[in-house]
């Protein structure tokens, strides 16, 4: 199968910075959209930013400005650079991935890291 294997996070002043780090690894075939996900307590799990294998990239409006992702194909690995963080930008962040795997035959799947957390303090 695939793991999706997260760094990076952390407790962080606000104002300050952080850069998350996914790496995939398994049976890969091919990585197509990577991305990542934030869930804080008592509230839905939501897209910070996403980015295809081609680069092209979707950022949420509320973090717009101050994250940015980016990816490297050869490493399976996606990153998301975190700048001017806020208290509200408190999250477990989630690693998400859309891969292709090669067992027997071809086979799509999402698959999830198991969560890194980031704290901002006031």
């Known amino acids: 199968q695939v793991q999706l294997v997260e760094s990076g996070g952390g407790l962080v002043q606000a104002g300050g910075s952080l850069r998350l780090s996914c790496a995939a690894s398994?049976?890969?075939?091919?990585?197509?959209?990577m991305g990542w996900y934030r869930q804080a307590p008592g509230k839905q799990r939501e897209l910070g930013a996403s980015?295809?294998?081609?680069?092209?990239?979707n950022v949420a409006d509320s973090v717009k400005g101050r994250f940015t992702i980016s990816r490297d194909n050869a490493k399976n690995t996606v990153y998301l650079q975190m700048n001017s963080l806020k208290p509200e930008d408190t999250s477990v962040y989630y690693c998400?991935?859309?891969?292709?795997?090669?067992?027997?035959?071809?086979?799509?799947?999402?698959?999830w890291g198991q969560g890194t957390q980031v704290t901002v303090s006031s």
């Open positions: 980015i295809t294998s081609g680069g092209s990239s």
């Open positions: 998400n991935a859309d891969v292709t795997t090669v067992h027997i035959r071809l086979m799509k799947g999402e698959y």
């Open positions: 398994g049976s890969i075939f091919s990585v197509n959209v």
